[in-house]
Nanobody, 126 residues
């Protein structure tokens, strides 16, 4: 099975940028749909973005469209989330997720994903 490790979180100010990375090991991610989710204190884990096996299909939550970009480098077994124009509402623990099922649709529910990283904290100050 695949193991996922996120990195790149931190404390930034409103309007700043961060790039999160999700490094996979154990399996090649080319067999997996990959997603990013986030969870703020006291709230549910919310969908942020997901990318299909070869990067041909991408989906974003409405709240991050135009500001966040998901990408994958299957050769490096890594998925990225570029976050621009960060806002205090983006403050959360960000999780990388993977699932190996074959489907033509982008998976946007946290219940769709079997494998998760430990999360990385992103804090945006106003």
């Amino acid at each position: 099975q695949v193991q996922l490790v996120e990195s790149g979180g931190g404390l930034v100010q409103t309007g700043d940028s961060l790039r999160l990375s999700c490094a996979a090991s154990g399996r090649t991610i080319s067999d997996y749909m990959m997603g990013w989710f986030r969870q703020a204190p006291g709230k549910e884990r919310d969908f942020v973005a997901a990318i299909s096996y070869n990067g041909g299909s991408i989906s974003y939550a409405d709240s991050v469209k135009g500001r966040f970009t998901i990408s994958r480098d299957n050769a490096k077994n890594t998925v990225y989330l570029q976050m621009n124009r960060l806002q205090p509402a983006d403050t959360a623990v960000y999780y990388c997720a993977a699932d190996r099922r074959w489907t033509s649709r982008i998976l946007t529910s946290h219940t769709d994903y079997a494998y998760w990283g430990q999360g990385t904290q992103v804090t945006v100050s106003s």
